[in-house]
């Protein structure tokens, strides 16, 4: 399975690695087989030795050049980090993205062969209006991508889930997931308000290859519990 943390705009640099120190160390102590990717802020991403994975929450697609307040390929090279969050909500809705500009950072980074975890999900207005206009809405979102690309992971993240405690029910994610796999046989990730009380029910549904954990994640010993769920589920 894929635990991945997205710690968004928290921890320094110093803390990142205090954390990924001690998740590598859990995840070799308890010889665990998880795919585990943490995305870190930029100015916490760092050279790694252990099997975390580490990914960039953003980049823009090109290799440098004059892009204020962006990174490129050139910084990511820096620390050998050859995985990629695109299109997460926070970055289509906060930050404007559009689908136009997802895609182009997609081929981009697609072209280089990274590990690409691309999010998709509806905010509450799309959900309310029933499952039509939501399995629409969430389609629009796979425009331009590349669904048979080979390191592709796709995450699923209802935008009212995210950072609100609030979840579908298990049979709704089921649903939603079984529906997405017909659009790409990608890993599909589940997101939005995992925590260690539920991350085991949520890993545990058909159709859902890992979680996508943002503020539950941020203490390391709570992500290493739903590491360790993940792990327990497959053997
Ligand atoms: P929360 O787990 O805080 O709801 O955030 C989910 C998320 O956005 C992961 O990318």
Redesign the pocket.
Known sequence: MIVSA?L?TNLTRATTDKYLEELNKFLNDTSSSQEVIVFPAMTSLNKQNGSVIVGTQNAYATRNGAFTGEIGLEQLEEFGIKTILIG???RRHILGESQEELVKKFNFYKELGFKIVY?VGEPLEVRKAGDEDMMKYISAQYKGIDTTYKNLII?Y?PVW????GLTPTLEDIQKIHTELKEKSSAPLLY????KVANAKDVLAVKNVDGI??????LKVEDFCSMCEDAQKLEQ
């Open positions: 997205n968004k997460h909500s926070e999010c995450a993240e889930a995210i950072g609100t997101g939005g308000s995992v996508l954990v943002g503020s539950a994640a």
